[in-house]
Each structure stands twice: as structure tokens, then as C-alpha cells.
Nanobody
Framework: QVQLVESGGGLVQPGGSLRLSCAAS????????MGWYRQAPGKQRELVAT???????NYADSVKDRFTISRDNAKNTVILQMNSLKPEDTAVYYC???????????WGKGTLVTVSA
């Protein structure tokens, strides 16, 4: 089992920045990939960004050049730095982890990001 604790959401004005953090813990945690997804009201959950244990990143086109994902393998932590935020970035952001031990996906409870003037 993997437990995920997210932090860093909140209210920010358009053009502002926020930093999301997610820490994974559990017995014998071994993570292949970490990432962030988001779900806006009335929409399906979508990929924001992922990063593998080797540092390979993948971004949704809508956030490229504005968001940066990074991870600390030793601490099993993934960070999403979000800059130049837009109202359409408003959503609940979910941390996701793909376990290297059992190939299962684990999800955090989500943190709300609201971009509004």
C-alpha cells in the first residue's frame, strides 16, 4: 500500500504561481512514475504531468512552458511548480503514483487550485 499526502493548493490570481507537493509513504515503497492529474467541474480527469524514476517528463500541451514537474527519489516526493496560471487551470489536482512493485496506480485525495481575480 502507498499513501499519498498532497499540499499546496489554494486561490491565486491569473498570472500567479503555486507549488504543489506530494509525498508518498508506505511499507517498501518503490515508485516507477509519479505525476499529477486534474479534474475541473463537469469535466473528466486529465493528465497534467508525469515524471519517471529516471527523470523522463511528460506534459499536457495546455501546461507546457508554464508548469514544471520534479521529484526527489530519495524522499518519494513529487513537486509541480505552476506559473502563469490561468482561470482554466482551476481544478482539483490529484497526485498519482505507479508502483514498481505491483504496477498499481495510487491516488491522493486531491487539492483544489482556484485561479480567479
Amino acid at each position: 500500500q502507498v499513501q499519498l499526502v498532497e499540499s499546496g493548493g489554494g486561490l491565486v490570481q491569473p498570472g500567479g504561481s503555486l507549488r504543489l507537493s506530494c509525498a508518498a509513504s508506505g511499507s517498501g515503497v518503490s515508485i516507477r512514475r509519479m505525476g499529477w492529474y486534474r479534474q475541473a467541474p463537469g469535466k473528466q480527469r486529465e493528465l497534467v504531468a508525469t515524471i519517471t524514476s529516471g527523470g523522463i517528463t511528460n506534459y499536457a500541451d495546455s501546461v507546457k512552458d508554464r508548469f514544471t514537474i520534479s521529484r526527489d527519489n530519495a524522499k518519494n516526493t513529487v513537486i509541480l511548480q505552476m506559473n502563469s496560471l490561468k482561470p482554466e487551470d482551476t481544478a482539483v489536482y490529484y497526485c498519482n503514483v505507479l508502483s514498481a512493485l505491483n504496477a498499481m496506480d495510487y491516488w491522493g485525495k486531491g487539492t483544489l487550485v482556484t485561479v480567479s481575480a
